[in-house]
C-alpha cells in the first residue's frame, strides 16, 4: 500500500532563517506532488505541484522553491523564512491523469516563524 | 481565473440536526472531490462525483453532483460529535489533452453542539 510521509511534524524557526521541509512517497511511482499551505483556520492554498523528476510548477509568487531530486521525494525550502511563511504544510501525492485523481496529504509540518 | 466557492464558511449545529454544505464552480468541472480534515489533522479523501447528476451515499453522508457539474453538495443526517471538522470540496476542470486543475474551495467548518 502507499504512505506518504512528512517531517518535521513541527518547526519554529526565526525570521530570516532557511527552510527545508521532506516529503516522500512509498508504493507508488511517478506520482504527482504537490505542496500546499493552510494558515490557522482556513483553505488549502496550493504552492507547487510537480508531475516528475526535476519537473516544478509554482502556483503563486513567493519566498518558497521546490524540487523533486527523485521520483518520490519532494522539498520545500526557503533561504529566508518570513513571518508570513508560518503556516500548516501539507504535502499530498495522487497518481494517474494530473488533477483529477483523489489526492492523498500527507501529516503535514506546523511551522511557526518567530 | 477559476473559482470553485464552498458555502458556508462556518456552521455550527446541535448534535442530531442535518448539516449541508455547497461547492459552486464558475465552470464546468470534469469531476468533484470532498474531503475531511479533523481539527489538528490532515485532509482525507471522502468520495469522488464524475457523472452530471451523480448521487452516492456513505452511511450518513449524501454527496451531489449538479446537472451541470458546476456544482455540488454535501449533506449529513443527524450530526455526531464524530463529524466535527472541515469539509473541503476540490473541482477538477480539463485545462489540456494531458492535464487537469484541481481548486479547493475555502470549506466549511462543521462544530457540534452537544
Known amino acids: 500500500s502507499q504512505t506518504i510521509h512528512q517531517w518535521p511534524a513541527t518547526l519554529v524557526q526565526p525570521v530570516g532563517s532557511p527552510l527545508s521541509l521532506e516529503c516522500t512517497v512509498e508504493g507508488t511511482s511517478n506520482p504527482n506532488l504537490y505542496w500546499y499551505r493552510q494558515a490557522a483556520g482556513r483553505g488549502l492554498q496550493l504552492l507547487f505541484y510537480s508531475v516528475g523528476i526535476g519537473q516544478i510548477s509554482s502556483e503563486v509568487p513567493q519566498n518558497l522553491s521546490a524540487s523533486r531530486p527523485q521520483d518520490r521525494q519532494f522539498i520545500l525550502s526557503s533561504k529566508k523564512l518570513l513571518l508570513s511563511d508560518s503556516g500548516f504544510y501539507l504535502c499530498?501525492?495522487?497518481?494517474?491523469?494530473?488533477?483529477?485523481?483523489?489526492?492523498?496529504f500527507g501529516p503535514g509540518t506546523r511551522l511557526t516563524v518567530l | 481565473g477559476q473559482q470553485v466557492m464552498q458555502i458556508p464558511q462556518y456552521q455550527h449545529v446541535q448534535e442530531g440536526e442535518d448539516f449541508t454544505t455547497y461547492c459552486n464552480s464558475s465552470?464546468?468541472?470534469?469531476?468533484i472531490q470532498w474531503y475531511k480534515q479533523r481539527p489538528g489533522g490532515h485532509p482525507v479523501f471522502l468520495i469522488q462525483l464524475v457523472k452530471s447528476g451523480e448521487v452516492k451515499k456513505q452511511k450518513r453522508l449524501t454527496f451531489q453532483f449538479g446537472e451541470a457539474k458546476k456544482n455540488s453538495s454535501l449533506h449529513i443526517t443527524a450530526t455526531q460529535t464524530t463529524d466535527v471538522g472541515t469539509y473541503f470540496c476540490?473541482?477538477?476542470?480539463?485545462?489540456?489533452?494531458?492535464?487537469?486543475?484541481?481548486?479547493f474551495g475555502k470549506g466549511t467548518r462543521l462544530h457540534i453542539l452537544p
Open positions: 476540490a473541482g477538477s476542470r480539463r485545462v489540456s489533452n494531458r492535464d487537469d486543475k484541481i481548486i
Open positions: 465552470t464546468t468541472l470534469s469531476n
Open positions: 499530498a501525492w495522487s497518481g494517474g491523469r494530473f488533477g483529477t485523481d483523489t489526492q492523498y
